[in-house]
């Protein structure tokens, strides 16, 4: 099992045992910085992203990474096996809407902000 799957397994299992539908990580630090230390980088972790501008959201079987268009062949070239990139544009379902239109009714969202 590559190093990517390893973590997108550990992180399910602790969204198994919290009892949570989906998780949803930021791009963010504990000061709202752009640019990121190595240390805060989640989404790199756990997706293999490394643009500035991403959202990542996990449930039992979709890890699905949104970013922006500066950053569209960069996450094609560098998400791991089994993530989809879906882009921040117009005409295309935020992170919220998927979550509407695919998690059924009650199902419990963690968001890691920082």
Request: hydrophobic share 35%.
């Amino acid at each position: 099992m590559s190093k990517g799957a390893q973590s997108l397994k550990a992180l399910r299992d602790l969204m198994k045992a919290a009892k949570l539908d989906a998780y949803v990580l930021l791009h963010v630090d504990a000061h709202q910085s752009e640019y990121l230390a190595p240390k805060d980088e989640r989404i790199g972790f756990i997706s293999g992203f490394t643009g500035s501008n991403g959202l990542c959201l996990v449930t039992e079987d979709k890890s699905l990474c949104w970013t922006d268009g500066r950053y569209y062949l960069a996450a094609q070239k560098e998400l791991y096996e089994g993530w989809e990139m879906q882009k921040m544009e117009r005409g295309h379902k935020t992170y919220t809407e998927w979550l509407t239109a695919n998690m059924a009714k009650g199902s419990v969202v963690g968001v890691d902000e920082d």
